[in-house]
Structures are given as structure tokens and as C-alpha cells.
């Protein structure tokens, strides 16, 4: 079930690359961000649009997902993955399918942000077994707000706050974070997010309390289609690793449906 569920993740992925309709990056983006690199924004997919992301990290991971936009301001996803997909040996799938949901519920004017809040139970990483986690924990729960202002283009502030049922090393915190996008040109935008890890700093956690710094740089050539470089862990927060800024790749094809 575990392969057969991953393999039509990424074969829809592959078959999507020629079919999918600017992406949702630079000045020109057709396309909201749904995360900037792993904190959710308030950002939706429009009724009758389909999302196919992937994230491309360290030690093969892999975690293709789908998303549709099925009423206006909803929409819903599936998402799976595994650890040593991109290499030799035994493939280390994921334990369980995430699934993510999110309504907007306040539309962004001149004088208001938009807020969205939504659940996602897929964390990201290597999948520890004995803690019931993922090196990156899962949002769970979550309420994100983003402003959008004009500055040399554009830029983007996202706020965001969540609830991860990761819980099983002792950590409950409610977690915040934010983040920025700023637009360079028409098709190429940079992100930067800033996680305080709320919920993964006991002696416990796999964090040591620093926080999670990303940055990325996404770029669109068109066609709905998105490509993303992303450096995660700039405060090398990880306990379980020495290893610094880890890279990773981040593709995104968007297309209208119905």
C-alpha cells in the first residue's frame, strides 16, 4: 500500500510537467505560496486548481503532494514520502500519508492581513521511529497571516502560529514563526522563514533550542511550473547531527482543472 500510494504521487508528478499552466513566484506570480519552505502561509490554491509540489531534501528524502482548490478559499491535499528514495538500499517510506485542509478566512485588503488556518500532519526529514516524529515536525494545527506591500516590487510578512500532535517526546508548545518573500523581478522571489521551534527545545527534542532559520530562492520560467533551492537549519539547531545549512531542491506545478 505504502509504495503503490508513493508511486502515484510521483508518477502524477512526472506525467504533470508538460500539462501543468507563471508559477507562484517573482512579480508577475499567478499563484499564492501555501508555505514558504516548511511554515504554512495563508496563501490557497483557487477553486478548480490543482497543486503537484515536491521536496527534494538530504539522506533521499522525497515527499511529492497534491492539492486541489475545491470551494473558494478551501482546499485539501494528500502527501507522502520516504527516507533513501534517491539512493542505494532499502527505501525508508513514512509511517502514515499526511493530509492537509485549510480555509481562508479572512481576505487580504489595504488594511488587513489574510488569515488562513488549516491542519497538515506531514513533517518533513528522517522519520524517527522510537519518538514518533519527524526531524522537521508535522504543523498540525496552524493560523497563518500574510501582507502583502509595495517595496522595490513586492513584499511579503507572514506570521504563524501551530499545534504539532508530535508530542511524544514531552514537548507540547505551541510553536510560532515567521517569514518574508521578497520579489526580485518578474519571475524570481526570495523566502526566508524563522521557526522558533517552540515545541522541539526540551532535553528531549531533537532541537537544542535555537530555532529553525530556511532561506530559498524560488524561481518561475512559466507554465505554472515553480523550481526552488532552499537551505534549511542556517542556526544548526539539529542535535542528532553536526552538519550545517542543510540543501534541498523544491519543484511546484500548478494547472486549472475545472
Given amino acids: 500500500m505504502k509504495k503503490s500510494f508513493a508511486s502515484f504521487l510521483i508518477i502524477f508528478t512526472l506525467i504533470s510537467i508538460n500539462s501543468f499552466a507563471q508559477g507562484s513566484s517573482g512579480e508577475d506570480a499567478k499563484y499564492e505560496y501555501r508555505y514558504l519552505i516548511d511554515v504554512p502561509s495563508a496563501g490557497i490554491l483557487e477553486k478548480g486548481f490543482v497543486g503537484v509540489s515536491v521536496d527534494v531534501m538530504p ?3 522525497v515527499i511529492p503532494k497534491i492539492e486541489v482548490g475545491v470551494f473558494d478559499n478551501i482546499s485539501f491535499g494528500v502527501s507522502y514520502g520516504g527516507g533513501n528514495i534517491i539512493g542505494v538500499g532499502e527505501v525508508d517510506w513514512y509511517k502514515y500519508p499526511g493530509v492537509n485542509f485549510r480555509v481562508r478566512i479572512i481576505n487580504e485588503t489595504e488594511e488587513r492581513p489574510a488569515v488562513t488556518v488549516g491542519f497538515d500532519s506531514q513533517g518533513k526529514g528522517r522519520y524517527f521511529e522510537s519518538q514518533e516524529r519527524f526531524a522537521i515536525k508535522s504543523p498540525g494545527i496552524f493560523v497563518a497571516a500574510a501582507k502583502n506591500f509595495n517595496f522595490l ?3 511579503s510578512v507572514h506570521g504563524m502560529a501551530n499545534y504539532s500532535f508530535e508530542r511524544k517526546d514531552g514537548d507540547q508548545d ?3 514563526a515567521v517569514g518574508l518573500e521578497k520579489t526580485i523581478g518578474s519571475t524570481v522571489s526570495l523566502v ?3 521557526s522558533f521551534a517552540n515545541n522541539d527545545n526540551t532535553s528531549a527534542s531533537l532541537g537544542d533550542g535555537s530555532g529553525f532559520m530556511n532561506v530559498g530562492v524560488r524561481w518561475s520560467p512559466g507554465s505554472g511550473f515553480t523550481l526552488g533551492l532552499d537551505l534549511r537549519d542556517m542556526l544548526d539547531n539539529k542535535k542528532f547531527t553536526s552538519s550545517k545549512a542543510d540543501r534541498a531542491i523544491f519543484f511546484e506545478y500548478i494547472k486549472g482543472i475545472f
Avoid: P
Wanted: aromatic residues 16%; negative net charge; charged residues 10%.
Fill in 59 to 61: 539522506l533521499g528524502v
Fill in 153 to 155: 516590487g513586492f513584499l
Fill in 174 to 176: 505551541l510553536n510560532l
Fill in 192 to 194: 526566508a522563514e524563522y
